[in-house]
């Protein structure tokens, strides 16, 4: 059974990810195929360099903000220890999605001697701050394009009625959950309670770390590093030099969240983002260009990183 887990979880996603890739070419014709082959081509690589740059700088910086989490808690891990588990951690998003974080928190604790789930609580701390940045950025893409974004979603004809409903619901079975974890002496559900008291104490280092300006700084920088791997990829390409800020932070959201969809974005994300960039007027095969580079060059820089993270990681601590 756990092993059809994996497979699922494994294979299900790449299957989204090839019906997008069948999406893609049938949403095109042979002659849009060749613009979009020619675009990638012919594409300035400086950007593409500089757009890899930025995020080489932005999982520096993630690593470097993991240690202010994980201060509170009386854990000193090697800053190298924690750049190669980040990067290990992305690699393995990219075969099974979601596995990288239980990854990252297992081998830093293999290696530094800490506990599993402090160590994930504090990860699962910095993806809290991560996703209010990300809220923060949909909601900006809303204020900006809002009527065309939500025509293109089709929430315009969504009963508030009905949302309402649901929120309710959701509030009522977390509520339900809670109470009978607290009050079951049953011992798996003890065991499972435990765990979440590990991950509480990892979350609360969020109040007690010493260095809440730094570590706002390394979110704030992550974030821009993000926009700007993105941003500069809008100068490689002839068709999305116009391209403005009103198109880009949309369509750098609407990336952002078919990355989770799938295997890193695999078919999704190309096929996501030019979408997104066409209903602003960008020619389709102006934007599959820039979501193919966005998407390849990103990949191709965790590849190498994460296999040289991998193997050197029992090197550097080697006894």
């Known amino acids: 059974?756990?092993?059809?887990?994996?497979?699922?979880?494994?294979?299900?996603?790449?299957?989204?990810?090839?019906?997008?890739?069948?999406?893609?070419?049938?949403?095109?014709?042979?002659?849009?195929?060749?613009?979009?082959?020619?675009?990638?081509?012919?594409?300035?690589?400086?950007?593409?360099?500089?757009?890899?740059?930025?995020?080489?700088?932005?999982?520096?910086?993630?690593?470097f903000r993991w240690q202010f989490l994980l201060q509170p808690l009386g854990y000193k891990p090697k800053l190298i220890n924690s750049l190669f588990t980040v990067m290990i951690a992305y690699l393995a998003n990219l075969g099974i999605p979601r596995s990288g974080e239980l990854l990252r928190a297992t081998m830093l604790s293999n290696y530094e001697g800490f506990a599993f789930e402090k160590v994930f609580g504090t990860i699962v701390a910095e993806r809290a701050i991560d996703l209010v940045l990300l809220f923060g950025f949909i909601s900006l893409s809303l204020f900006m394009q809002y009527d065309l974004i939500w025509d293109l979603l089709g929430l315009n004809r969504l009963n508030p009625l009905y949302v309402g409903v649901i929120m309710a619901l959701f509030l009522f079975l977390f509520w339900l959950a809670r109470k009978i974890f607290a009050q079951s002496a049953h011992p798996f559900l003890r065991k499972i309670k435990n765990l979440f008291i590990g991950f509480g104490e990892g979350i609360a280092t969020l109040k007690t770390m010493k260095k809440k300006g730094a570590f706002l700084f390394h979110t704030l920088f992550i974030w821009l590093m993000y926009l700007g791997m993105f941003y500069v990829i809008k100068w490689a390409i002839p068709g999305t030099y116009e391209m403005t800020w009103t198109m880009i932070i949309p369509a750098f959201v609407a990336g952002g969240l078919a990355i989770s969809a799938t295997n890193g974005g695999i078919g999704i994300y190309p096929y996501t983002v030019a979408l997104m960039l066409n209903a602003f007027g960008i020619s389709q095969e102006a934007g599959l260009a820039f979501g193919w580079i966005m998407w390849s060059s990103q990949t191709l820089m965790i590849l190498f990183f994460g296999a040289l993270s991998f193997f050197a990681l029992p090197l550097v601590n080697r006894k």
């Open 1 to 63: 059974m756990k092993r059809l887990r994996v497979i699922l979880k494994t294979i299900f996603p790449l299957g989204i990810g090839f019906l997008f890739l069948y999406l893609s070419y049938q949403s095109t014709t042979p002659e849009e195929r060749a613009k979009v082959v020619e675009s990638i081509q012919t594409a300035d690589y400086r950007f593409v360099l500089l757009s890899v740059t930025f995020a080489i700088l932005s999982h520096f910086s993630r690593a």
